[in-house]
Nanobody
Framework: QVQLVESGGGLVQPGGPMRLSCAASGFTLENYAIGWFRQTPEKGREGVSCISSDGTTYYSDSVKGRFTISGDDAKNAVNLQMNNLKPEDPAMYYC???????????????????WGRGTLVTVSS
């Protein structure tokens, strides 16, 4: 059974760091492109960062320079290190596995084969 499970969300103060992890079971993550997406009522679900199986990465303009996506093959996981969190970052964060080893666009849609259930990130002092 293919499953993605996000962890690491919670409450953080503005400017603080937080690390999210996306662990997979039922398939090997390193064979697929993986993305982190976030969803709010105002913006819907949007792409934050994606990584291909060859290590190619993408970051949205809003997180570039603050977030880092990386794979942990030993744990069959993909992590998202978020630094300098801002008031506009709170959202439900989801990881998604693309249908192949590369992504063309880091967007939620038909190219995603599996979704996790999400983890909530709150930024507040």
């Amino acid at each position: 059974q293919v499953q993605l499970v996000e962890s690491g969300g919670g409450l953080v103060q503005p400017g603080g760091p937080m690390r999210l992890s996306c662990a997979a079971s039922g398939f090997t993550l390193e064979n697929y492109a993986i993305g982190w997406f976030r969803q709010t009522p105002e913006k819907g679900r949007e792409g934050v960062s994606c990584i291909s199986s060859d290590g190619t990465t993408y970051y949205s303009d809003s997180v570039k320079g603050r977030f880092t996506i990386s794979g942990d093959d030993a744990k069959n996981a993909v992590n998202l290190q978020m630094n300098n969190l801002k008031p506009e970052d709170p959202a439900m964060y989801y990881c998604g596995a693309f249908k192949g080893p590369r992504f063309r666009f880091c967007v939620p849609g038909a190219s995603i084969r599996s979704w996790g259930r999400g983890t909530l990130v709150t930024v507040s002092s």
